[in-house]
């Protein structure tokens, strides 16, 4: 992790990976004395596998049976170090990049574990420290990369929708009900969507930059480099907004501390643990910040920029697939996944307003592409040639100056066997079941996975990631604070205004994968209620229909079609096939108008819109 614990990392952070080798966005490194182990979710089973040396390491795989969590490990591991010596295990961390939620975790599961394994009741059996500089820099040295200073561009207000001003207003009203003195804001996006502001360079597929911010009832401070903030229209951009530098967040919280009658809010799950633990305990405020639920529901002018970046993105992918199926089956040559994602990427380069791939390209080739995380490597013994024996399952997505996009399709050029399209479909009705759903408010993400896994289970099958995240507008492809999926844990309630992927899969080591994902819009199934939302007037509205009980359903924001010959029509049922041809009638009205009419993407997008043959039911 970086200091803002963000999924994405700029290089100079990447001390997991250069320690380990090991270059997954989730997962977490443990040095004993005779030991090395590293903690990731099932996304990076296989990818972990590959890329640790088992010499040295051994993989703690995430949510299987007999693995303990990171924190239970280290309980016991102190017990039996506090049973050999009656001292206590010191557990070193770099408190910048842990979040602060870890030392409690970790003080608990040493309560908890002590009075199981430990005849005195009361041993500290484990200590955390936080003292030392980071291990890892020296090691890395001179070849660690520098901590990058990219310039931030102002984010037009419209494709923001909402001006500095009128959020930090929203938020002191927020603080208010708090009685918070200060806010601190610590992840990039948070401080991206605060100001109006996006950055290229500083996170690979992340328009964010380094920074912190905080507001108090008199001031609005970002701290960064100098260097972000040197631009003309930034600067103006800035105008009411005191700049200071990056590292000087720590002194001012630590001053606001000593002010008479002070708390300081800040969310501890999104913040770092050397910056909460110089907030004294009576003056901090621990709750979901005031830019998560509004980051999360985005405005008008947000989903209209959304809503173009996936029409501009329909138009790339046409063209992309009508190339690579033409190479692989009219010309029979055999594509190699770097160029998959090469080729991918320069169709979308060419649409008006991309900047840069909202995360890195997945392009697996036949047994590849059951790993769920992926990346294909030009010399690599993974590597893999697309050709008509084999799928792929080809996970992309643009970051464009007015939206982000994030699509997953499953392709085959060749003749699929029966397990193939039966393990498809039931994907496909996954994705269905999901986006046709009619829920009320005040339901969480993990009552809706259950239909995006019902067709699987019916055949003994499931899957072990999430269905769905939230995405951001012109932001992270990742976003929360909502999501779908299995873990009941999240109960935030799916809203108006959120954007969630819904993408079921279905994965056989050593053989395929097959993943279908599309990007949804909440919103309410009543117009008057959108329409409400949209004006600002929806608490008016509330207030006036009190009795009403307010209902939501999924709208389609990805505008790519999904393949019908992998589709076993006898699984479908009537309903689904007609939620397929209407899809696609809609993708064809949207997406056909920005390409040339006698062109080989029309002519594709043309083919793959028509309505599925249903002969034979």
Known sequence: DDPHLSEYTPLAYRRRGFLTGFHGSAGTAV??????????????????????????????KMGKPK??????????????????????????????????????????????????????????????????????????????????????????MEYAGVSIADKVSKIRDEMEKKKATMAVFCTLDDVAYLFNMRAMGDVATSPVGIAYATVTKDDIVLYCDSAKV?????????????????????????????????????????????LVAIIPEKRLVDAQNAITPMKACKNKAEMEGMKKAHIV???????????LEHTVVEEGRSVSEVEIDQVLTGCRAKQPGFLELSFPTIAGVGSNGAIIHYSAKEGTDLLKYLDTSNPILLDSGGQYLYGTTDVTRTWHFGTPTAEFIDNYTRVLKGNIGVDTMIFPENVPGFVVDVF??????????????????????????????????????NKEFLKKGMVVSNEPGYYEDGKFGVRVENLLEITYVKAEYNEAYDNGTEEEADEQK???????????LTMIPIQKSLINIDLMTDDELDWLDAYHEDVLAKVGPLLDADSAAMKWLEKSCTKIDRKGR
Not at 120 to 132: M, P
Not at 460 to 485: F, R
């Open 452 to 489: 995006a896994r019902k067709s699987l289970w019916e055949a003994g099958k499931d899957y072990g990631h999430g269905t769905g995240h939230g995405v951001g507008a012109a932001l992270n492809v990742h976003e929360g604070p909502q999501s779908i999926s299995p873990r009941w844990n």
């Open 546 to 556: 009190s009795a009403d009980k307010k209902f939501l359903k999924f709208e389609k």
């Open 230 to 274: 040197q631009s003309a229209e930034v600067k103006e951009h800035l105008s009411a907004v005191t700049l200071k530098p990056y590292d000087g967040i720590v002194g001012d919280i630590e001053a606001h501390c000593k002010e008479s009658k002070t708390k300081v809010w800040i969310d501890k799950s999104r913040a770092n643990l050397a």
């Open 67 to 156: 693995v303990p969590t990171m924190t239970k490990f280290l309980g016991e591991h102190a017990a039996k170090h506090y049973n050999a010596t009656s001292k206590p295990l010191q557990v070193g961390i770099d408190p910048f990049v842990h979040p602060a939620t870890f030392k409690k975790e970790l003080e608990e599961s040493f309560t908890s574990t002590a009075a199981i394994e430990v005849d005195d009741d009361d041993a500290t059996i484990g200590e955390l420290v936080t003292s030392h500089t980071n291990l890892i820099d020296p090691i890395w040295g001179e070849d660690r990369p520098a901590i990058p200073t990219s310039p931030f561009r102002v984010h037009p």
């Open 313 to 323: 993105d329909g138009a790339a992918m046409a063209e992309f697939i009508s190339w």
């Open 31 to 60: 040095v004993t004395k005779d030991e090395a182990f590293l903690w990731t979710d099932s996304r990076y089973f296989n990818e972990a596998n590959l890329s640790l040396d088992a010499n040295h390491w051994k993989l703690m």
